[in-house]
């Protein structure tokens, strides 16, 4: 099955087992460079206001790419990540499960935290460079290993939540939206840890930066 990768930024730590002929890639600004540079990805876009990237490389890219689509940098709805995302989901008909979009969380905190509700809203996956953020789904366990060692959890609605192999781990746990603050910088310290609970939230893993 495809999976669809966005970069936003040319800061990326690329997954091993990226499978070049299962991928569909699409640079967005200073990511652009990545997915141009792999030359081995048949399925390239390009979609962003490109006001980030080296002029040099954007001449490159419109006089060898096919799919470029140029966003307008005065008037727009979306930033540039949610733009590319949309368009995987309404143009390429990826799930949103099958997105991961790739950023670098140390760049602005305002983007970083917008990016963060970007995936609560879509249901995708988002990784830095020490850091990887998913949305659990109400009423479905997750799980997640130790590659990550502190886990943090963001809730959105009233929840119920119940964890292992945590450091600090909850039974049916209830927290109100007001009060969900103190959930962040547990640790995974077993083999795996679940998470479940009866409302979506986001969940952040991290390690220490290198």
């Known amino acids: ?10 800061k990326t730590k690329l997954e ?23 030359k081995n990805w048949e399925n390239k876009y390009y979609i962003s206001d ?23 940098d005065k008037v727009k709805d979306f930033s540039d990540g949610e733009e590319a995302i949309i368009f995987a989901i309404n143009e390429l008909k990826f799930q949103p499960k099958d997105i991961t979009i790739y950023v670098d969380e140390s760049g602005r905190p305002d983007h970083f935290i917008n990016m963060v509700r970007v995936i609560y ?5 988002m990784i830095g460079q020490n850091v990887i953020v998913n949305k659990i789904e109400a009423n479905t366990k997750a799980t997640f290993n130790k590659k990550y060692k502190y886990l943090s959890m963001f809730l959105f609605d009233d929840s119920t939540i119940t964890t292992s192999g945590l450091e600090w781990n909850l039974e049916e746990k209830k927290y109100n939206i007001k009060e969900g603050t103190n959930l962040i910088s547990n640790q995974i310290i077993n083999e795996q840890a ?14 220490e930066k290198n």
């Open 121 to 125: 809203k879509y249901g995708c996956k």
């Open 50 to 72: 490109f006001d980030s990237v080296d002029n040099t490389l954007l001449k490159t890219i419109l006089e060898n790419e096919k799919n470029v689509i140029k966003t307008n």
């Open 1 to 10: 099955m495809k999976k669809c990768l966005i970069f936003t930024t040319n």
């Open 194 to 207: 679940t998470i479940l609970s009866d409302s979506d939230m986001v969940v952040i893993r991290t390690n």
């Open 16 to 38: 091993n087992d990226i499978d070049s002929n299962n991928i569909v890639a699409i640079g967005v600004e200073t990511g652009s460079e990545i997915v141009y540079n792999h």
